[in-house]
């Protein structure tokens, strides 16, 4: 077998001949609750798991251990990241797209949909629309066309993003996900400032890949595949990896995703900062019936929490894809990170839910919902919105970020963070009944901040927010 997690070849990091006989490993395992308990017990110390065990767990069906691997996602989830829940929107710069990907409406073949590019000017306008709504933190998206999307007009887009402010508001953190490119692009992508870089590798199924991905750059799975690889040697030290559930077996996929985070860590001794679990859903000219492997709620809340457990200082992203009812059981098992007030057609800030826009989209929003209404539906659960984007901006990026995050001191950034970002949103943007929410959410969880001396900057910093004062941050 040719598996080497430290390897930078694709075929070596995400063996297939490894993924089958984890899947294999894993079938004999099924039941064997001697394995299983053991291994829920030594996840208990936050210390993770391998794909392989995380693998076993997955294919467990006995209930009373099933439960206890949903209370430990339950109880990391409470132990690292409290009940706060990081909160962004996506903006979509552009639909133009050489590729083919067959379940994104964007590929290049799709005549039905109209191609759109937003102007420097229309950008602006989006973002003023976003700050409005009490966003400071973007994920950008494009599709990959060289000629209307090259990295120049990225670059000038991620410019125009930083610039904008508008009465109180500011996009403080801009995560950008664009096709897979060169170091040298991804060191302007750093210098430009961005957060995360985030690419999906939709499935690490080489076979599958390719069957999916017929033509355009995307085709070339290495090039893909190893492209976080490339984003680290040009200096992007936070990365966000994610598959697309459904296109290939769940099983293959969730070992393939968990390898790459462990090549990531092998390689550059930093694991990825994110991963996204999105799951394929209806689009224009997308018919899910086409992808037998759709995953079922209860395989994919399950995926969420096994990921909880096995890599528990990477943040998990959910998407407006899911229903509110899936997010809500989501967000206890382990999402830390969700959209809100989301449009996936280019121009939807502005254009709203004109059909030009919804014609233009990339995905069917299934949460519909206003980001305050989100808000409120998050403070209504116990939960702590947060428009934090301290790190990146204190420098606490990569290796830095996850020493902080492992030993528990990061609690003291991200409760007083959350809190203080929390006020500012009630006091700029709220409606009456979220803003009565979050003053009670607020006073309760000032309680939960660790240390005595940022509990007591905390507090003059919300009565600062209060009087006018914006923008603070450990
Ligand atoms: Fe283009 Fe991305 Fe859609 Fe593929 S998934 S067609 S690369 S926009
Ligand atoms: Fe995220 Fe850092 Fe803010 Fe915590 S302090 S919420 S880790 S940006």
């Not at 609750?33 to 392989?52: F, P, V, Y």
């Amino acid at each position: 077998m040719n598996y080497n997690p430290q390897s930078k070849v694709a075929e070596e990091f995400i063996s297939h001949e490894e993924i089958l006989a984890t899947m294999e490993y894993a079938a004999a395992n099924r039941d064997n609750r001697e394995l299983i308990e053991s291994l829920i017990e030594r996840a208990s110390d936050c210390k993770g798991l391998t794909h392989r065990e995380a693998s076993v767990l997955l294919e467990c069906t006995l209930p009373d251990l099933n439960e206890r691997m949903f209370r430990l996602a339950r109880e990391i989830k409470q132990k690292v990241y409290g009940n706060r829940i990081v909160m962004f929107a996506p903006l979509y710069l552009s639909n133009y797209c050489v590729n083919s990907c067959t379940y994104c409406p964007y590929h290049i073949a799709n005549k039905t949909i109209p191609r759109k590019k937003l102007t420097q000017e229309e950008i602006v306008r989006e973002v003023i629309a976003l700050q409005d709504m009490g966003h400071k933190r973007l994920a950008l998206e494009a599709g990959e066309d060289p000629l209307h999307n090259p990295i120049e007009y990225i670059l000038e887009s991620i410019k125009t993003i930083y610039s904008v402010k508008h009465r109180n508001g500011a996009i403080r953190r801009v995560n950008v996900n664009i096709a897979a490119t060169t170091v040298e692009n991804y060191r302007k992508l750093k210098d430009a400032g961005i957060g995360t870089y985030i690419l999906f590798q939709e499935t690490y199924n080489r076979e599958r890949y390719e069957r999916l991905h017929p033509r355009g750059p995307k085709s070339n799975y290495a090039w893909h595949t190893e492209a976080m690889d490339r984003a680290m040697e040009g200096g992007i030290d936070d990365v966000g990896i994610g598959v697309l559930f459904g296109l290939e077996g769940y099983r293959y996929d969730f070992a393939g995703l968990l390898m790459h985070a462990e090549h990531l860590e092998a390689a550059f001794g930093v694991g990825p900062h994110t991963i996204s679990v999105p799951r394929i859903c209806p689009a224009d000219d997308i018919d899910v019936a086409d992808f037998k492997d759709a995953v079922p709620d209860e395989i994919f809340h399950k995926m969420v929490a096994i990921i909880r457990i096995a890599v528990p200082y990477t943040g998990m992203i959910i998407s407006t894809r899911e229903s509110k009812s899936s997010r809500e059981k989501v967000l206890r098992l382990g999402v830390s990170q969700i959209s809100g007030g989301s449009h996936t057609g280019v121009g939807g800030y502005v254009d709203g839910e004109e059909e030009q826009n919804e014609r233009t989209a990339q995905f069917d929003v299934s949460d519909r919902r206003t980001l305050d209404e989100i808000v409120a539906w998050l403070l209504q659960l116990g939960y702590v919105p947060s428009f934090c984007t301290a790190c990146y901006r204190e420098g606490r990026t990569g290796d830095r970020f996850m020493s902080l995050a492992k030993t528990g001191q990061i609690a003291n950034c991200c409760q007083p963070n959350a809190l203080m970002t929390l006020k500012e949103y009630l006091m700029d943007y709220a409606s009456p009944e979220t803003l009565r929410l979050g003053l009670k959410v607020i006073a309760r969880e000032m309680e939960s901040i660790p240390h005595p001396k940022v509990r007591r900057i905390a507090e003059e910093n919300l009565v600062r927010i209060e009087n006018g004062g914006r923008d603070f941050r450990f």
